[in-house]
């Protein structure tokens, strides 16, 4: 199996919930490596550019609304089938079909809320890493 890097985000709900810690502790517990870290509150012009493959979808306004609402982790994961591995972490995009002890299970409150961000492909994955971080600020040890 490769070794792949995939993109995370804590969302506002679960950084204002107190969750960082929670979840961040599922990642390195998986094996996922901690590669890029950094809290930040997006811009309206940053979340729009972010989901932009949403900007048809009648939520599209309500999700950057949410994702503006307060600030924001952004990290890069990185392990064996990390994309993959980040997703089942995860759980479904909906709470209340994420199965039992998933994130969006344990944290998150809607699907409007859904406590993380993470890449579906390796090809998002290389998008939204370079939409956060330079180069020189991932560490792939
Ligand atoms: O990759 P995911 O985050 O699991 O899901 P996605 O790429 O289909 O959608 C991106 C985000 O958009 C999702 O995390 C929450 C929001 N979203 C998706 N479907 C709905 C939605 N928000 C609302 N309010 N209603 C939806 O049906």
């Known amino acids: 199996m490769a070794v792949e890097q995939t993109l995370s ?20 517990e998986s094996g996922l490596k ?22 048809e979808r009648p939520f599209f306004t309500s999700l950057v609304e949410f994702m503006i609402s307060g600030p924001v982790c952004v990290q890069v994961l990185q392990g064996e089938s990390a994309v993959a591995r980040n997703r089942e972490l995860m759980g479904a995009t909906n709470p209340e079909e994420a199965a039992p002890g998933t994130i969006r299970a344990d944290f998150a409150t809607a699907v409007s809320a859904n406590a993380v961000h993470g890449s579906d ?3 998002s994955a290389r998008r939204e890493i370079d939409y956060f971080f330079a180069a020189d600020e991932i560490y792939t040890r």
């Open 121 to 123: 492909s390796q090809a």
């Open 9 to 28: 985000i804590i969302k506002p709900d679960a950084v204002g919930n107190h969750h960082i810690g929670a979840i961040i502790q599922r990642f390195e």
């Open 34 to 55: 901690i590669a890029a870290l950094k809290m930040l509150q997006l811009s309206r012009e940053q979340a729009e550019g972010f989901y932009a493959e949403h900007s």
